[in-house]
Nanobody, 115 residues
Framework: QVQLQESGPGLVKPSQALSLTCAVS??????????LTWIRQPPGKGLEWMGA???????YYSPSFKSHIFISRDTSKNQFTLQLSSVTPEDTAVYYC???????WGKGTLVTVSS
């Protein structure tokens, strides 16, 4: 029933900000998703947990991203947003949004950081 879909620019220049949207359909982000998690997978590497946001709006961030990560939600649009500032080519990856408890995953979207 619940479906997630990531979207955003596929190409971002170094030092700029990466911004992705996770649109939710078939359910409410406050009712059906306890924790929305952002996960990424760089080429040739494993999955990396980036952070999460609870149904109440509390955020949790991996210290690996320091102060560059920001996760938010828009209940009126029923969607989530991931922002990663000052990106480098090492941030090139397939980015996923997921509700792990509900086993809902987006298909993922490839973001390439390159000049």
């Amino acid at each position: 029933q619940v479906q997630l879909q990531e979207s955003g620019p596929g190409l971002v220049k170094p030092s700029q900000a990466l911004s992705l949207t996770c649109a939710v359909s078939g359910g409410s982000i406050t009712t059906n998703i306890a924790y929305l998690t952002w996960i990424r997978q760089p080429p040739g590497k494993g999955l990396e947990w980036m952070g999460a946001i609870s149904a109440g709006g509390t955020t949790y961030y991996s210290p690996s991203f320091k102060s560059h990560i920001f996760i938010s939600r828009d209940t009126s649009k029923n969607q989530f947003t991931l922002q990663l500032s000052s990106v480098t080519p090492e941030d090139t990856a397939v980015y996923y949004c997921a509700s792990l408890a509900g086993n809902y995953w987006g298909k993922g979207t490839l973001v390439t950081v390159s000049s």
